[in-house]
């Protein structure tokens, strides 16, 4: 399976069987990761971090096919507006529209602020997943700290809280750090994401 970002948000890495909390970012990423699992038979993945940027360049990154292809994806396509399409493909010789496009609907968004995306699985998804695809959700919250300082907080939500689910977060946790690493490389050191 293909990293997946957001974007399922960008979508854990604990067993939650006692509302474990993962509040520590690993050694590699400033990203905080935790799964909320208070709500009983749903998880919510919550990854947060700050990057040294203001927060249009980070709303940018994240609403333009230049934004994304810097950090996320090596193609993408994005038709920004409320309904429209981020399909993007991790695969280097595939190309946007075939079996392995990843797409994501912009269910509504406020400028600078906030992000609602629902993800469209594949048939490469598992079944499971493709099964509860209409409840997977990301929210992302953009918060200005000041001029040069933006906070991201990425919600997802819609995962069941099941065994299935919880070794799942052992993949969308890393996959996601590791992409939003790449997403401040890319605004802070000017280092876009190389694809292979």
């Known amino acids: 399976m293909k990293k997946i970002i957001i974007v399922i948000s960008t979508v854990l890495l604990i067993s939650c069987a006692s509302?474990?909390?993962?509040?520590?970012?690993?050694?590699?990423?400033?990203?905080?990761?935790?799964?909320?699992?208070?709500?009983?038979?749903?998880?919510?993945?919550?990854?947060?971090?700050?990057?040294?940027?203001?927060?249009?360049?980070?709303?940018?990154?994240?609403t333009t096919q230049q934004g994304w292809q810097a950090w996320a994806v090596p193609m993408a396509e994005v038709n920004w507006k409320v309904g429209g399409l981020i399909r993007t493909n991790y695969n280097t010789k595939g190309k946007i529209g075939?079996?392995?496009?990843?797409?994501?609907?912009?269910?509504?968004?406020?400028?600078?602020?906030?992000?609602?995306?629902?993800?469209?699985?594949?048939?490469?998804?598992?079944?499971?997943?493709?099964?509860?695809?209409?409840?997977?959700?990301?929210?992302?919250?953009?918060?200005?700290?000041?001029?040069?300082?933006?906070?991201v907080e990425s919600y997802g939500?819609?995962?069941?809280?099941?065994?299935?689910?919880?070794?799942?977060?052992?993949?969308?946790?890393p996959a996601n750090e590791q992409s939003y690493q790449h997403l401040i490389n890319y605004l802070e050191q000017g280092i876009k994401q190389e694809f292979k």
């Open 98 to 151: 075939d079996a392995t496009t990843i797409v994501n609907h912009i269910v509504n968004y406020v400028p600078n602020k906030l992000i609602t995306l629902q993800a469209e699985l594949s048939p490469h998804f598992p079944k499971f997943m493709q099964d509860d695809a209409k409840d997977f959700y990301n929210v992302i919250y953009f918060n200005a700290i000041d001029a040069q300082h933006t906070q």
């Open 19 to 62: 509302s474990n909390k993962i509040n520590q970012p690993t050694q590699a990423s400033r990203v905080v990761s935790s799964i909320d699992d208070s709500a009983g038979n749903e998880l919510v993945l919550i990854q947060k971090f700050s990057i040294n940027a203001s927060i249009e360049e980070v709303w940018n990154a994240y």
């Open 157 to 173: 939500i819609g995962y069941k809280n099941t065994e299935k689910y919880q070794e799942l977060m052992k993949f969308f946790i």
